[in-house]
């Protein structure tokens, strides 16, 4: 008998099987020839083999376990091809990261450009902030410091800004800015200041006038647009110029001409009054008569042509240009002269400055003296 062990393993199982072949010799074959025993051995184990149970049935092992491993192998092929799709997907998967990730990184860098300009910008926003704050500080104080009532207003007319001073006139507190000015009672005798500063908006023309307020004080009042510095007109400056001293000036200036008017009707002696051209502006009733003229012919002529040239005299011209640029008078300066309807007459001419209306005038006052001329002092130098 020939034994023979063979080494299996069986997968998926990584177990070791030991295969044990048992060959048993024909009794019968030992008076054949010596070249047959071999082939009839070899063909009498082949058969023996063939036909034992255990070799059968460890071919049908072997079977099953090579159609289990062929399953396997199919099975780990598909899965290989499922792992190499899963692969391609994952590397497709990898590039669409990376083109993501490099879309990230440009916009991060996008984004980081972006913060600093607005990092700049806000920079530039608190510097000009900050210019605004000082702007208006200084507004502010400005003015708080102005002794002029000044008011801004808006299209809407609301109130922007106000002085001190506008604030009382215009009746304002300083929690009243944002409110229409309409809206308070104004210190000032003006019923259409709101009609006023709509023209002015809408006209885009300066207004002014005269008004008083509550205490009877002259005030001139101005209204002009507000202009941006894109020049666009965006409400309207009201200012109130205190002109009550120059007012009452104005007044006393005008009783006084009219007291001087009085006075050229009511005086008995001839007065004249020259311009600063020494040209006849007006005069007395008594002048008229005296030397019988009319105001015709005697008004805005100059005087050295009056009566025919009479009074045109060296020592009396050089006297009455001094009187304006120099504010000097002269007093009792002597004429002799043969005037026209007269005859021959002595005069004494006194002059001096006279404002009337703003303006300078010479005043000048005759005196007749033909008749007693020695009664009267002697000329008086002009000082």
């Known amino acids: 008998m020939n034994l023979q062990v063979i080494r299996l393993t069986v997968p998926p199982s990584s177990e070791i099987w030991l295969l044990i072949l048992f060959d048993e010799s024909n009794p019968s074959a030992g008076t054949e020839p010596k070249e047959a025993r ?38 780990q092929e598909a899965t290989n091809e499922e792992l190499k799709s899963a692969n391609e997907e994952i590397e497709s998967s990898n590039e669409e990261l990376q083109s993501t990730n490099e879309e990230l990184e440009t916009a991060k860098e996008e984004l980081q450009s972006t913060n600093e300009e607005l990092t700049t910008l806000n920079e530039e926003l608190s510097n000009r902030n900050l210019e605004m704050a000082q702007i208006n500080n200084d507004l502010t104080n400005l003015l708080s410091s102005i002794n002029i009532p000044i008011a801004m207003v808006d299209n809407t007319l609301a109130v922007r800004r106000a002085t001190p001073m506008a604030e009382k006139l215009f009746n304002l507190l300083p929690s009243d800015i944002g409110r229409r000015l309409s809206d308070f009672r104004a210190n000032l005798s003006i019923d259409n200041l709101d009609n006023l500063i709509r023209e002015v908006i809408d006209t885009l023309t300066t207004r002014e006038s005269k008004v008083q307020d509550n ?12 202009r941006t510095g894109e020049n666009k007109i965006d409400g309207a400056v009201i200012t109130l110029v205190d002109i009550d001293e120059e007012q009452r000036r104005i007044a006393r200036l005008e ?44 008004e805005n002529i ?82």
């Open 38 to 75: 071999p082939a009839a051995r070899r063909t009498g184990r082949t058969g023996a083999v063939r036909h034992d149970p255990g070799v059968v049935r460890l071919r049908a092992e072997l079977d099953a376990t090579k159609e289990s491993l062929q399953a396997i192998i199919e099975e």
């Open 255 to 298: 009783l006084a001409s009219q007291y001087n008017e009085a006075i050229l009707e009511t005086v008995r002696e001839p007065l004249l009054v020259l311009d600063a051209e020494l040209r006849v502006r007006e005069a007395s009733r008594s002048f008229y008569e005296t030397f019988k003229l009319t105001r015709k012919k005697i």
């Open 302 to 383: 100059p005087i050295y042509e009056l009566a025919n040239g009479q009074w045109d005299i060296p020592e009396l011209r050089e006297l009455l240009e001094e009187v304006l640029p120099k504010n000097r008078r002269f007093e009792n300066f002597k004429i002799e002269r043969a005037f026209p309807r007269l005859g021959r007459r002595t005069w004494l001419v006194n002059a001096c400055r006279l404002e009337r209306k703003g303006e300078r005038l010479v005043l000048l006052a005759l005196e007749d003296i033909t008749f007693a001329p020695e009664a009267r002092p002697a000329p008086t130098p002009a000082t």
């Open 215 to 226: 205490q009877g004080r002259w005030y001139s009042l101005r209204i002009r647009p507000y």
